[in-house]
């Protein structure tokens, strides 16, 4: 089952939408670090941390549904 994950961030004019593949987090998490490496986004390293730690908790409530 393909089950396809979102992460948003609202910041200033800029809203960012991630879209994901479940099991892809360690690429979407990558493109967070390069956004925020790069010095022409107005993505930082800040944002990178509140979108990391939000698909945290959706991957701690998806193993609580699993286990609980």
């Avoid at 992460?7 to 800029?14: A, E, I, R, Y």
């Avoid at 690429?27 to 939000?54: N, P």
């Avoid at 698909?55 to 998806?62: S, Y």
Wanted: glycine share 8%; charged share 25%.
């Amino acid at each position: 089952m393909d089950c396809v994950r979102q992460l948003s961030l609202v910041k200033g004019n800029h809203r960012y939408v991630f879209r994901y593949q479940a099991g892809n987090e360690a690429d979407i998490i990558a493109t967070f670090a390069e956004m925020a490496a790069d010095s022409g986004h107005d993505f930082d390293w800040f944002d990178a941390a509140v979108l990391s730690y939000q698909m945290g908790r959706r991957l701690e409530m998806d193993l609580e549904q699993v286990t609980g």
